[in-house]
């Protein structure tokens, strides 16, 4: 498990912002896929007609990913309003990916290139010659940034898109269909645990994101594999279990701290005459004994998996 993966799953709401900075490249073409992914739904039954759906968001996305299955589209169509990590109106504003950069730029004096061994910072010299990228801009910014910029120029690479994912599907039809909208964290504070990592875990992304770089980003692949699958063991495995280990403060402020704000932010929907609410977040928030779901059966709430015509291996 990498520090990587479990930043792109739990804060890639961020590649919204930095991917028009990633300048896609060379995206392939691809036939149709051949079914609607198995999606990552459950609902969580409260008194009278509360209903809260939790939907696991992949963040960047395929055409072919579309369309979503009926389960997803019969969520968003009991659903009053839809709930996101950010809010649409913070999302849309130009004011996102310019509050990420000012945060992201130097201000000490120092250059990139001091907070690498060399050997990373070698890999970094050739990979930004290969993809050309400004390699004199990139020394007056901080190892995250330039990691995930690495990260998502990647993912787009493979064909994924950020305008194309979960959350920014349905933004655009909760807008269109003039649903309430709103977000359980505001743009800053997913910033801020970027912001905040230690030096080790920048150096630590940045190496990973360079080592999956050479390999054509197989992990990204293999994730939204299991994303399109709705397979909730992988993504867990391959995104937390060894990370929990390895990082317990790092998955501490990137997971679970943010899964124990959400959970109070989520009770009052589910009180009698709300009606049905759709909550769309990065799919790791829902998995596991620190996910959303977990923690809401804990506080006695009726909550399944939602998944017509499909067979969960459990």
Excluded at 288 to 300: H, Q, R, T
Aim: charged residues 25%; proline residues 4%; contains cysteine.
């Amino acid at each position: 498990m990498s520090i990587r993966s479990l930043m792109r799953g739990a804060v890639l709401l961020l590649a919204c912002a930095v991917a028009p900075l990633a300048a896609a490249r060379g995206a392939p073409a691809e036939a149709p896929a051949a079914k609607p992914p198995v999606p990552l739904l459950w609902k969580v039954t409260g008194p009278g007609d509360a209903r809260v759906y939790l939907l696991g968001s992949f963040h960047l996305l395929k055409p072919t990913d579309y369309p979503l299955s009926a389960d997803v589209e019969q969520a968003f169509t009991a659903s009053k309003r839809v709930l996101f990590e950010v809010s649409p109106e913070e999302m849309e504003s130009t004011q996102a990916a310019t509050q990420m950069v000012q945060t992201a730029i130097r201000r000490d004096g120092s250059e990139l290139k001091r907070d690498l061994d060399d050997a990373t910072w070698q890999k970094l010299q050739a990979y930004a010659t290969q993809n050309k990228l400004p390699l004199a801009q990139l020394q007056g910014m901080k190892s995250w940034f330039v990691a995930l910029n690495i990260t998502i120029g990647q993912m787009q690479k493979m064909g994924l898109d950020a305008n194309l994912g979960l959350d920014r599907h349905f933004m655009a039809e909760a807008k269109k269909a003039g649903k309430q909208t709103g977000g359980l964290e505001d743009m800053q504070s997913q910033i801020n645990l970027l912001d905040g990592m230690s030096l080790q875990e920048q150096r630590q992304m940045m190496a990973e994101a360079l080592d999956q770089a050479d390999k054509g980003d197989e992990q990204s692949l293999m994730l939204h594999e299991a994303w399109r699958r709705g397979d909730d063991r992988v993504l867990w495995n391959k995104m937390a279990v060894e990370m929990r280990q390895q990082y317990p403060q790092l998955y501490q402020r990137i997971n679970t701290a943010r899964n124990d704000a959400w959970v109070p932010k989520l009770l009052p929907y589910l009180q009698d005459g709300q009606g049905g609410t759709l909550v769309v977040v990065g799919g790791l928030h829902l998995l596991g004994s620190d996910g959303v779901v977990e923690k809401l059966k804990a506080k006695g709430y009726k909550v399944e998996r939602v998944c017509t015509g499909c067979k969960l291996k459990r």
